[in-house]
């Protein structure tokens, strides 16, 4: 990862994103990313049913 990376830029104030909105879960599938595991991995519950990994996130390509 490329540590001192700016993405997307925010208000005067830096009160609210402009452009680039980044998510809890963009960070999780990021570090999920880093570690070697599938950020759109699924597990499987008891009955069956999918559970994802994260629920909404995609890897920050500007810290690759």
């Known amino acids: ?3 001192g ?4 830029t925010t208000s005067s104030r ?4 402009r452009d680039r909105p980044l998510t ?15 950020p759109h991995f699924s ?3 008891h009955a069956g049913r999918p ?3 994260i629920d909404h996130g995609d890897v920050i390509p500007e810290l690759l």
């Open 43 to 45: 597990f499987l519950n």
């Open 1 to 3: 990862m490329k540590g």
């Open 14 to 17: 830096g009160e609210a994103p």
């Open 51 to 53: 559970i994802p990994l």
């Open 24 to 38: 809890p879960g963009d960070i999780h599938a990021m570090i999920y990313h880093v570690l070697g595991v599938d």
């Open 5 to 8: 990376q700016i993405v997307g």
